[in-house]
C-alpha cells in the first residue's frame, strides 16, 4: 500500500513477478512542503521525502480568446483564469504572443500582482467590457494575430518555462521566446482544430478544464464572456 501526507498517491501499486520496483504517479499539493511518502508490504514500511517547491502560477491558465473580429480588430480579449484552490503570484509571469510565420515571440505583456482562486485577469482592447471587479490590462487594438498558425503562452520568465499555451489555426511544436532557451511547444496534447471565424471566442468550458489535450479542452462559443463564466 502507498500513503502520502500532503500530496496524493494510489493505494497501493503492483510489483510484477521477477521484478523490484514498480512506478506510480505523485501529484503535489498547491503549496510548498516537505511530503512523507510510505510503501508498506506486511510489517515492512520504507518512506522517501519529497521536496515540493511553490512555483509561480499553478493551475493558472489561458481560459478565453477572441483574437478575431468580424470587421477592424478592437475587440480582441485573452482572458487567464486560476483554476487552483489558492491564491497565485503573477510576478515574474508574462503573456507571450508568438507568429506561426515564424515561429517567435513579436510582443508580450507582463503580468503582476496576485490572482485569487477562481478569479479572472482579462487583457483586452480598451472597447471591451469586463465586469467591475475583474482585474483588466489594457492591450492595443491589432494586438492578437489571427492564425494559420498562430498562439500565446503564459511564460515563467524565472524558470524559463511554458505555465499554459494555445495555439490556433494549426500546430505550434517548436518556437523561439526572446531571451529563453528553447525551442517550446504550444501545442497540448493535439493541437485544437477550433478557430475564431470573427464572431466568437475559443473557450474552455466548464472554466479551467484542462486534460492537457488542446484537441479536447477547446471549443468555438458565438457568446463571448471576458471575465465571467464561459458560456458554451
Given at each position: 500500500?502507498?500513503?502520502?501526507?500532503s500530496?496524493?498517491?494510489?493505494?497501493?501499486?503492483?510489483v510484477?513477478?521477477?521484478?523490484?520496483?514498480?512506478?506510480?504517479?505523485?501529484?503535489?499539493?498547491?503549496?510548498?512542503?516537505t511530503?512523507?511518502v510510505?510503501?508498506?508490504?506486511?510489517?515492512?514500511?520504507?518512506?522517501?521525502?519529497?521536496?515540493?517547491?511553490?512555483?509561480?502560477?499553478?493551475?493558472?491558465?489561458?481560459?478565453?480568446?477572441?483574437?478575431?473580429?468580424?470587421?477592424?480588430d478592437?475587440?480582441?480579449?485573452?482572458?487567464?483564469?486560476?483554476?487552483?484552490?489558492?491564491?497565485?503570484?503573477?510576478?515574474?509571469l508574462?503573456?507571450?504572443?508568438?507568429?506561426?510565420?515564424?515561429?517567435?515571440e513579436?510582443?508580450?505583456?507582463?503580468?503582476?500582482g496576485?490572482?485569487?482562486?477562481?478569479?479572472?485577469?482579462?487583457?483586452?482592447?480598451?472597447?471591451?467590457?469586463?465586469p467591475?471587479?475583474?482585474?483588466?490590462?489594457?492591450?492595443?487594438?491589432?494586438?492578437?494575430?489571427?492564425?494559420a498558425?498562430?498562439?500565446?503562452?503564459?511564460?515563467n520568465?524565472?524558470t524559463?518555462?511554458?505555465?499554459?499555451?494555445?495555439?490556433?489555426?494549426?500546430?505550434?511544436?517548436?518556437v523561439?521566446?526572446?531571451?529563453?532557451a528553447?525551442?517550446?511547444?504550444?501545442?497540448?496534447?493535439?493541437a485544437?482544430?477550433?478557430?475564431?471565424?470573427?464572431?466568437?471566442?475559443?473557450?474552455?468550458?466548464?472554466?479551467?478544464?484542462?486534460?492537457?489535450?488542446?484537441?479536447?479542452?477547446?471549443?468555438?462559443?458565438t457568446?463571448p464572456?471576458?471575465?465571467s463564466?464561459?458560456?458554451?
Amino acid at each position: 500500500t502507498l500513503s502520502a501526507v500532503s500530496g496524493t498517491v494510489p493505494a497501493s501499486v503492483t510489483v510484477p513477478a521477477d521484478e523490484y520496483m514498480a512506478t506510480f504517479t505523485y501529484t503535489a499539493p498547491d503549496t510548498a512542503v516537505t511530503d512523507t511518502v510510505t510503501a508498506t508490504l506486511g510489517t515492512t514500511s520504507l518512506t522517501s521525502t519529497i521536496d515540493v517547491t511553490a512555483g509561480l502560477a499553478p493551475g493558472l491558465v489561458i481560459n478565453e480568446v477572441d483574437y478575431d473580429q468580424p470587421s477592424t480588430d478592437t475587440a480582441e480579449f485573452v482572458e487567464l483564469y486560476n483554476a487552483s484552490s489558492s491564491t497565485i503570484t503573477l510576478d515574474g509571469l508574462s503573456l507571450v504572443l508568438i507568429n506561426g510565420s515564424s515561429n517567435s515571440e513579436y510582443n508580450r505583456f507582463d503580468l503582476t500582482g496576485t490572482l485569487a482562486p477562481g478569479a479572472f485577469l482579462v487583457l483586452a482592447n480598451s472597447g471591451v467590457t469586463v465586469p467591475g471587479g475583474v482585474t483588466t490590462i489594457t492591450i492595443p487594438s491589432n494586438s492578437l494575430q489571427n492564425g494559420a498558425p498562430d498562439g500565446m503562452a503564459i511564460f515563467n520568465t524565472t524558470t524559463e518555462e511554458i505555465v499554459d499555451a494555445l495555439c490556433w489555426e494549426g500546430a505550434m511544436p517548436a518556437v523561439t521566446i526572446a531571451g529563453a532557451a528553447g525551442p517550446f511547444s504550444l501545442v497540448e496534447g493535439t493541437a485544437t482544430t477550433e478557430d475564431d471565424t470573427g464572431a466568437g471566442s475559443l473557450i474552455r468550458h466548464p472554466d479551467g478544464t484542462d486534460t492537457d489535450d488542446a484537441s479536447v479542452d477547446w471549443s468555438f462559443t458565438t457568446t463571448p464572456t471576458p471575465g465571467s463564466t464561459n458560456t458554451p
